[in-house]
């Protein structure tokens, strides 16, 4: 099976190194040992591209020491990731850009459309595609008999769409709720610990948790477009992270965490997606949570997602200090779902 990677930041990298260098450590990830890398495109790093498949120990090393692929390398070429999906040999093209709100998740889901038309598989880490183009390029991967799949895009690699998918058979989902951003958790518990909300933003940095650009997290952009990717697939929904009712946690304050904590209760960004006969709609706000409920138990960069579903429920997927394995794994889990399909 042939892959084509868009975008090598951290998530790839680490989906390079679990396939490469640490390969022993995971024995299950054998399945894909015949994987062939047939390219990796960055957007300022250059490509590396082969027929015979990129070495991705060495791949990793140019990252690690040069911060882009070597130019003297023979596998190094320049092309765009536009031009990659459109003209190169792959089975299955990997989306690991980062997300663009306001580019309305572009130009990922230009990548997975062209990969779909192309009678190619697509799975994206990226939410964008997803939470903005989800009916339509899920339709052409049906219309294509190809997959089109997204593990990675709420929830790290924690079985969310994989549960509806083949757990929850036979039952309608009304709604979802939960806590999916592990910046403002993490920013809000050390608030509820004494720390200023700029300080806890550098300490979320420090440890990998929070980007060098927070706007995405502390302004609910995040947790909105997954938002939009649940409704969208769970609910049978077609909106937008813009439809998505929208707050973050930039205005919250160390009092009002004080007073909530002094009645019991502490402040969490819940993220909800539900249907009425009104239509699909979605919610990303600052909730008050009692000390006893399982949302309030979810401390640093963990997160939760409850189902409730018209048979069965309320069923809780919880996830405990996640890090960009979970995120890897979703990306091949994903993998290991085509290839084990035999319909590339």
Sequence with gaps: ?????????????????????????????????????????????????SSDGVDLDRALEDMETLGRFNEKERSFCRITAEEAAST???????????????????????????????????????????????????????????EFLFETTVMD?????????????GCVIDAVDGILNSTTNFILGRMEEGAGFDQAVREAQEIGVAEADPGNDVDGWDAAAKVAALANVLLEGEITPLEVE??????????????????????????????????????????EVPMDHPFALVRGGGAVLRFQTDLMGPVLVTQEKPDLYDTAYGVLGDLVQILEGCRY
């Design 1 to 49: 099976m042939r892959v084509l990677f868009i975008g090598f930041g951290n998530v790839g990298r680490t989906v390079a190194r679990i396939l490469s260098r640490e390969r022993s450590r995971f024995p299950a990830m054998e399945v894909l040992d015949g994987l062939v890398t047939a390219g990796i495109v960055t957007r300022r790093g250059g490509a590396m591209v």
């Design 88 to 146: 190169l040999d792959y089975d299955v093209l990997v989306e690991l850009s980062t997300l663009s709100i306001e580019k309305r998740g572009e130009p990922a889901a230009t990548h997975i459309r062209t990969a779909l038309k192309r009678g190619r598989h697509a799975v994206s880490a990226n939410k964008g595609p997803v939470a903005f183009a989800y009916r339509e390029l899920s339709e052409l991967a049906r219309n294509a008999g190809k």
């Design 157 to 169: 690699g924690a079985p969310v769409f994989n549960l509806s998918r083949s757990c929850l058979r």
């Design 246 to 287: 929208r707050e973050g946690i930039r205005n919250i304050s160390i009092d009002r965490i004080r007073k909530a904590a002094g009645s019991g209760r502490r402040l969490k960004l819940i993220c909800r997606a539900w249907r009425d006969q009104g239509g699909v709609h979605g919610k990303v706000g600052v909730e």
